[in-house]
């Protein structure tokens, strides 16, 4: 079993920056794609960034240009950077992973339980 704990959440004026760390822990036979999902209330939760395990990146097109993901895998750690921050960032944001745990087959799906960030004036 893997668990996605995240953190760095927090209240911010617009124009701020905040850093998200995302510790996965457990029998972690190695770790895939991890990505970035964001959920405002009333919303659909949706992708803000993905990184795979060669560190290729990907956007939504709403941060592309404000936001970086990062992984160090051997801290087996995700990382989104975000800077300029506006309020319609505000959402709970949530850390995803695909992995393999020791002892089992196959590529398993995990999410964090989510870490507020509220863009505010």
């Known amino acids: 079993q893997v668990q996605l704990v995240e953190s760095g959440g927090g209240l911010v004026h617009p124009g701020g920056s905040l850093r998200l760390s995302c510790a996965a822990s457990g029998s972690i036979a190695s770790i895939n794609a991890m990505g970035w999902y964001r959920q405002a209330p009333g919303k659909q939760r949706e992708l803000v960034a993905v990184?795979?395990?060669?560190?290729?990146?990907g956007y939504a097109d709403s941060v592309k240009g404000r936001f970086t993901i990062s992984r160090d895998n051997a801290k087996n750690t995700v990382y989104l950077q975000m800077n300029t921050l506006k309020p319609e960032d505000t959402a709970v944001y949530y850390c995803?992973?695909?992995?393999?745990?020791?002892?089992?087959?196959?590529?398993?799906?995990?999410w964090g339980q989510g870490t507020q960030v509220t863009v505010s004036s």
């Open positions: 990184i795979t395990s060669g560190s290729t990146t």
């Open positions: 995803n992973a695909d992995a393999v745990v020791v002892g089992k087959r196959g590529v398993y799906n995990y």
